[in-house]
C-alpha cells in the first residue's frame, strides 16, 4: 500500500495529476481497504 502512496505522491508532485484528485484517490482507498477488511454482518450471521 506504501508503493501506491508514493507512486500517487509522486504523480502529484509532478503534475501528472491534479492533487485534490490525488487525496480523493488516497481518501476512497482508504475506504475501500476499510471496509472489505471489517466483518460483514450477513457473514457474522446477524
Do not use: N
Not at 501506491?4 to 503534475?15: D, N, S
Not at 491534479?18 to 471496509?35: D, K, M, N, Y
Amino acid at each position: 500500500m506504501m508503493v501506491f502512496y508514493g507512486a500517487l505522491g509522486a504523480l502529484a508532485v509532478l503534475e501528472m495529476v491534479e492533487w485534490p484528485v490525488a487525496a480523493a484517490i488516497v481518501a476512497g482507498a482508504a475506504v475501500a481497504r476499510r471496509s472489505s477488511s471489517a466483518p460483514s454482518a450477513e457473514l457474522a450471521g446477524s
